[in-house]
């Protein structure tokens, strides 16, 4: 029974995940595009603004921008589409039997893939720019996975959140937009004063993002921030995941 | 026979929507603490049944009876504040056909994921992906995108996954009404298959005569209260009972006897309803055009009827009826015909039948003529077989009594 209703739940994650990308792509023919045009349009803006407008002095900056831009991305996505996954799915919601959890799951998913998506596109510009990529890369993977229990944790906490409170999907995006500027994406941690570093790294995306950067970088990262991370996030994941079902109990009355 | 699902002294209730609790978190914060506790209603109280392997139990009940509530708490979308729910196993139902479809994904994408939501193994779908087609009548659009399809179509689809589950306990809401007969014939011949092989099916619906022709037992919710269980015919007819005396009181309640000119009308005797909306003046005419309620076997008939309207002529429905003498209808007909449309207007309208031939045998047939709202809920204003027409010039059978032709055929004598 138990086992059963693990392949349930994998299964109407996949199910919603091929129906929802499925669905990008046969609405918009460039939706494939699309995805990854975004970040594309970031890098070159930041590109231009910090190498020839405002002199940064990172060495390699198109690699270091693009990872930092790539990676928010998907924590971005995730959370901007996971925080109505409850409240936007009522019939979803109401159906006898719907194991609830996947749909959160499915907006971490769905934006992996994105990433994904995106990830060739970087690995490129790093060779091309560098030349560092190595063996390294067999590291990706669990950044990766550090990172998709971090935002999953989140994702869980805001979807619950806004059935209750209907205005979180409305500051959400203003959160993420200040947490764009506050982690180090275009910037580096030189160049803000020293008393502020210890501060910054706490914070657990400059942490997965620094050390994507290390991996493509060609070196081992310093596995005492992901680490960290990591269980942060599984505590995070816990208690999001208990949030998020005591409040499931009253989802149908509220949306 | 072991309960397949049973329900012990449930209760729910409802916050109410003011002041009691904080939408967003702005309202949260700018309330403060103050909006801690408040009032509540309940939508169910006190409700137990157990529904056994193998017997269709059916909910009836008005509009916030608190059928809905029931249904969610049955299918475990929501938890009771009181009492208890025991299923034995996995509740299925037949409540959001459409749920998890997605417009721009074809009729075979869609009943792959809404299969998957249903509960069944991806290959399993996959596997019975011909019955889903066949089921659904769907051959040519199967790989059409769902958005090109009609209401009708989406719902066959919906359906046809459905029906390849293997319930045990399933719930079933309205859903049934869709469809054409033929294809409606297919989903009931379905269900009876899951409830010979054991499955509990729950029904709930506003359609009294498939309850009764369904169910073998039926709760009666009123105000979220049960007013019994028992066989369905009888609670049905319990139900259908009340409705008509609420009917009643309601018009008794609210309408002071209003004399408009219609002597053979007696308020609460032959004539019901609110009259809001009524019916001033009736004129019965031969088919020579003279007033008279003397018609001859096989000639014509005409009806005028001048409504006087307070909402738009359209928003209502025009009844007329002919019983014969053992009160059955003879002739049950009103303004949904179909080629029938009602204009605007408000005020008083003068609306004419005209009947070319009235078959009927000799004798004397009481007409019944109403005004009624769009969905037959409320009697505005029912002249219960306040006219009559005589018909003379054919033996009284007081039946339908066709216009007709004899033929018989003496057998050749050979050799004449």
Known sequence: ?255 | MTAAIRIESVGKRFAHRDVARPRTVRQFVEGGWRHLGGRYTWALRNVDFAVEEGEVFGVIGRNGAGKSTLLRLLGGVMRPDEGRIVASDRVSGLLDLNAGMHPDLTGRENAIATGIIAGLRKRDIIARMDDVIAFSELEGFIDEPVRTYSAGMRLRLGFAVAMQTKPRILLIDEVLAVGDIAFQRKCLERIEEFRVAGCAIILISHDLAQVEAMCDRVLWLKDGVSQGIGPASDMVHRYEAEILQEQLALSAAKIAPVDDGQPHLTFDQNRFGTLENRITRVRILNSRGTETNHIKYGQGMTLQMWVESAVPLSELHLSFCLFNDKDAHLVDFGTDDADVVLPDTIGTTMVQIDIDRLELGGGTYPITLGVYDRTWETVFDSHEKAYEIEISGEPSTRTYSPSRRWTIAVPQQAGE
Do not use: C
């Not at chain 1, 609405?27 to 970040?39: D, E, F, L, N, R």
């Not at chain 1, 994941?237 to 149908?252: K, P, T, V």
């Open chain 1, 1 to 255: 029974m138990k086992q059963h209703d693990l392949i349930h739940m994998l299964e109407v994650v996949s199910a919603l995940v091929t129906r929802d990308h499925k669905a990008r792509y046969k609405s918009t023919v460039m939706g494939m595009v699309w995805s990854v045009a975004t970040p594309v349009l970031f890098l070159m803006t930041f590109y231009v603004l910090f190498t020839f407008i405002i002199r940064m002095n990172i060495p390699n900056y198109a690699s270091f921008v693009f990872t930092g831009i790539v990676a928010w991305a998907w924590l971005q996505t995730s959370l901007n589409e996971g925080v109505t996954s409850i409240s936007n799915n009522a019939s979803l919601v109401g159906h006898p039997g719907f194991p609830l959890p996947t749909l959160p799951m499915v907006s971490v998913v769905s934006n992996l893939i994105n990433f994904l998506f995106s990830l060739p596109l970087v690995l490129i510009v790093v060779q091309v720019e560098s030349g560092t990529l190595g063996w390294t890369l067999i590291f990706l993977p669990l950044i990766m996975i550090v990172q998709a229990i971090f935002q999953l944790g989140l994702v869980y906490f805001v979807s619950a959140a806004n059935v209750t409170f209907r205005d979180v999907q409305f500051f959400l995006p203003s959160i993420l937009q200040l947490g764009y500027f506050t982690t180090p994406i275009f910037y580096d941690l030189g160049q803000i004063p020293e008393p502020f570093h210890s501060i910054l790294t706490w914070n657990p995306m400059y942490q997965i993002i620094h050390a994507y950067r290390t991996i493509f970088a060609g070196q081992v990262p310093d596995w005492q921030g992901p680490l960290a991370v990591l269980g942060v996030s599984g505590l995070l994941l816990i208690l999001g995941y208990r949030y998020f079902r005591n409040a499931a109990e009253s989802f149908m009355e509220e949306i």
